[in-house]
């Protein structure tokens, strides 16, 4: 921590890596930019891993202007995007300093962000959805509870059925195009994800629905061999066997492994496990170390499967691949001169699985937990 302390600067925030943006120009948002760092430090410094210097407060909400500049939004529109635009900046202002003003911009969000046709985590509903979700765990407040049922059943009135493969999923218009991603990011995983997580906030009919979707697509969509099993990055992509197939968190098995962790019976247990011994054979990713597309992100399906089933060996693997992410993150630094100052890209991330492996816990960050508060942990098992 020190050393990202010891980079920033009020007027140019961090270096931005060149593996993040080409031409290195700074970054703003929750993703790859200064968000997602001022989050990393706070939720470190509150779970008692460092000290900050400094108080990084006074810089978050100037992020919101040069972000959408950045990101090419007009200014005075929403941009109600949770990892790459307004929504993360304003979730992070608001656990800084609460405030009713905050909350009215998000509550904006929410709402405008409801018919975007994303459909998925980075730049749609179910962003804000989860976004709806942290905020109804932190203050109880009405208005989020309602917001977040009424974001689901717009999401549900959007599914798709699919005659060939006799399942649910969500088409997604992102970069001109319109795909059919399964995956943790921009897939059907994530915001399957994000429900699983508030099914409590939902009627039991609902939750009942949903329930009955997410297994079936999941068992639908999966591809098995053996004690392994991995799926497609999109529902209409080539099976596995007819193209290389993914392993990583944002496109494949660790993904969906922690997006499921938490699904209430054991219907998919076995898919969870198998997804495991996927990421487990398939190693250390090339990629960095980071927690989108590297190995602290694969990493967190070890950590997931700990906690649900209790078996010290999922551990054991998780600070197996933090070891070689170590390793990673000081070979690119040796190589690049530079750390790479980033939560979902970059080390920030890494120093979170880290410490998630020191103690043995499994909040992915920023999908799991936003407003960390000092708790008691309940230890391993599955959810009720």
Not at 12 to 28: I, Q
Not at 53 to 78: C, D, F, H, I, W
Not at 263 to 268: C, E, Y
Request: proline share 5%.
């Amino acid at each position: 921590m020190e050393a990202s302390e010891a980079r920033f600067s009020p007027e140019l925030l961090w270096p931005t890596h060149p593996n993040d943006s080409s031409d290195c120009a700074p970054s703003y948002m929750l993703y790859w930019g200064a968000c997602g760092v001022f989050w990393a430090l706070r939720y470190l410094e509150v779970r008692g891993a460092c000290r900050l210097k400094r108080n990084y407060a006074p810089y978050v909400t100037s992020l919101l202007a040069p972000n959408r500049r950045a990101m090419g939004q007009e200014a005075g529109k929403p941009f109600g995007s949770y990892l790459m635009g307004d929504t993360g900046i304003q979730l992070l202002q608001q656990w800084h300093t609460p405030s009713g003003e905050t909350c009215s911009e998000l509550i904006h969000l929410v709402e405008a962000t409801r018919d975007h046709p994303a459909r998925e985590l980075m730049w749609g509903a179910p962003g804000t959805l989860l976004a709806s979700l942290f905020l109804h765990a932190q203050t109880g407040e009405a208005v989020w509870f309602e917001l977040y049922r009424a974001t689901a059943q717009q999401l549900w009135s959007q599914l798709h059925w699919s005659e060939a493969h006799g399942c649910h999923y969500w088409t997604q218009d992102l970069y001109g195009n319109t795909y059919t991603f399964l995956d943790a990011v921009h897939g059907f995983v994530a915001t399957a994800c994000v429900l699983i997580k508030g099914r409590q906030l939902l009627t039991p009919a609902a939750w009942s629905g949903w329930q009955e979707c997410i297994a079936n697509t999941i068992r639908r969509t999966v591809e098995c061999d053996r004690r392994q099993a991995n799926w497609r990055a999109r529902l209409d992509g080539s099976r596995l066997s007819e193209s290389p197939g993914l392993v990583q968190f944002c496109h494949g098995a660790p993904g969906f492994v922690i997006c499921l962790a938490g699904f209430p019976s054991d219907r998919l247990d076995d898919l969870l496990v198998a997804g495991g011994e996927t990421t487990w054979t398939a190693g250390p990713l090339r990629k960095g170390s980071n927690l989108c597309h590297g190995t602290g992100g694969n990493g967190y399906a070890f950590l997931k499967l700990y906690r649900r089933f209790g078996d010290s060996m999922w551990l054991e693997r998780a600070r197996a691949f933090a070891m070689h992410g170590i390793r990673q993150t000081e070979r690119d630094l040796a190589q690049f001169g530079q750390l790479r100052y980033s939560l979902w890209t970059g080390d920030l991330g890494l120093a979170v699985y880290l410490l998630d492996c020191i103690e043995g816990t499994d909040r992915f960050p920023t999908l799991d937990v936003f407003f960390e508060n000092p708790c008691v942990d309940p230890g391993p098992g599955r959810p009720s």
